[in-house]
């Protein structure tokens, strides 16, 4: 039977949205065991199973929870990749790379800065294609049928396990990189990892990321496919997906082919369990840790990121592109310093993070009222200073006090379907920019849709940059939508 959270605790889902109630389940998966939240709209529960295997641990808690068939459920499975990859790189498998530009020597040498034992295992080989497209979006050269069928060859003469494929120009059309994809998927069989999938605004990094998924392709895949079998076999027609390091989560499909973003997850999740339990949608979030006070933000439900551009620890040294939950130093453990005035006008979430989950239950507080302590609460005086302080410049704080693995579970249970689609355009006065805009968010819909088709989309970004640093008339196009969820009890 699921362990039902105490009764007089509340709190719906980061950024919900009207339109069916649906059930829906997350599990945070880790070495040591899982911890699983479901959201139901009269009956959220909370389950947790120590020790044993990922599969059996993931079994066990599906089977507490019980959510009814057709239940969507989402896995954290970030700290499980972290231990599969156990601090080194003997999980990566070889990769070719086919790059396309204009020259050999257009853009930066391929695994600059890798460490060489890593650049050892992963290169397979390396082919160029003369193409891509220039900045005003002409497409340069043609298909070179024989340059495939040579990638083709190279990656069975080396053993190689997938494909990796960066086109200079993929930012302002893409098409380059997926028509070589499809040639390479169908000649080979093997998965292909493209840069323009990877995010970010720098070739290299792109491209680098394109290898770095294509190299954990299949140690992941095995580990997607074995606990989707095992969701699959409790939870009929739960279709899983899988949590990112910016607080969304994709199918398993994509998931497969973007394994570089599942490292990483727990700040977002964090926030958006946070933010998920005091029943707010946009909130400014405050983490205590380390003796420090870290702020985050949650917009509309999502998580608010940063670029990274180094994956250390997991992989140390391996630069690439990933969209991470920004969390920024402001202030010491008792708030000195902190910027009161930039946190004025929405709610503060207020809660300890620590790297060893405490042995407490919830706690949300309301402005002027102290903490409504669930049985096994910790005192958390401390906590109780910060917060009345804040309160006392007038802000609406909400304090959380609970076991982090439960926050995680429910901030999984609070992500959101999102996808960011960067472009470059020409900025010539001919709406060519609000054309590549529309092309954009469509992408974007797109994306979300393949991962889940009822959604209710929103775009919660839709801007144009103009790009200074550049001498070509360009301007730099970022469409972001996300899939407004239903509206669900998470607590």
């Known amino acids: 039977m699921p362990t039902s959270t105490p009764a007089g605790v509340r709190g719906l889902a980061a950024g919900t949205d009207t339109g069916p109630v649906l059930a829906m389940v997350g599990i945070h998966l880790g070495p040591g065991g899982a911890v699983g939240a479901l959201a139901h709209p009269h009956a959220p529960a909370t389950a947790r199973r120590h020790g044993g295997q990922p599969v059996q641990t993931l079994t066990a808690v599906l089977q507490q929870l019980a959510p009814p068939a057709g239940t969507r459920v989402l896995l954290d499975v970030s700290e499980l990749l972290i231990d599969l990859l156990g601090g080194g790189y003997e999980r990566l498998a070889a ?9 050999e020597r257009s853009i930066g040498e391929l695994y600059s800065g890798w460490p060489a034992s890593v650049v050892a295992r992963v290169d397979a080989g390396r ?150 339990t005091a029943g707010v949608g946009t909130a400014h979030v405050l983490l205590r840790t380390g003796g420090v006070l870290q702020a985050a933000a949650v917009e509309q439900g ?56 405490p042995a407490a239950a919830l706690a949300v507080a309301s402005p002027g009222a102290s903490p409504v302590a669930c049985p096994g609460a910790s005192a958390g005086t401390s906590m109780d200073a910060l917060a009345q302080k804040l309160r006392g410049s007038g802000l609406q704080v909400h304090e959380i006090i609970e076991a982090e693995e439960v926050l995680l579970a429910r901030g999984v249970c609070a992500a959101l379907a999102q ?5 470059y355009a020409s900025a010539e006065p001919d709406g060519t920019w609000d054309r590549a805009r529309e092309a954009a968010r469509r992408r974007a819909q797109a994306s979300v849709l393949t991962t889940d088709p009822r959604a209710h989309l929103r775009t919660v970004t839709d801007q144009v940059v103009p790009l200074s640093y550049l001498s070509a008339p ?18």
Do not use: K, Y
């Open 95 to 103: 990769v070719t790379t086919v790059r396309i530009s204009p020259s």
């Open 127 to 276: 082919v160029h294609l003369h193409g891509g497209h220039d900045f005003q979006g002409r497409r340069l050269g043609a298909m070179d049928h024989d340059a495939l069928h040579r990638a083709v060859a190279l990656a069975q003469a080396h053993g190689s396990a997938s494909f990796a494929v960066s086109a200079v120009g993929s930012l302002v059309d893409s098409s380059w990189e997926t028509d070589v994809a499809d040639q390479l998927s169908r000649l080979s069989g093997r998965p292909v990892a493209m840069s323009h999938t990877a995010g970010g605004v720098r070739q290299l990094e792109r491209e680098c990321t394109a290898v770095l998924d294509a190299a954990l392709a299949p140690a992941v895949s095995r580990m997607l496919d074995e606990l989707s079998a095992a969701v699959d076999a409790v939870v009929p027609g739960a279709r899983p997906g899988f949590t990112l390091a910016d607080g969304s989560w994709v199918s398993r499909e994509q998931a497969r082919l973007h394994a570089s973003r599942l490292l990483g997850s727990r700040t977002a999740l964090l926030v958006q369990g946070a933010a998920a």
């Open 302 to 357: 999502c998580v608010r990121v940063d670029p990274v551009r180094e994956l250390s620890p997991w992989l140390p040294g391996v630069r690439a592109n990933q969209r991470h939950a920004s969390a920024l130093t402001v202030a010491d453990a008792d708030g000195e310093g902190l910027p009161l005035s930039a946190l004025t006008g929405q709610p503060v979430v207020l809660l300890e993070a620590t790297s060893v989950a």
């Open 419 to 423: 996808c960011e689609v960067v472009t």
């Open 474 to 491: 360009l301007v730099q196009v970022r469409s972001f939508v996300a899939a407004a969820q239903e509206s669900v009890r998470v607590v």
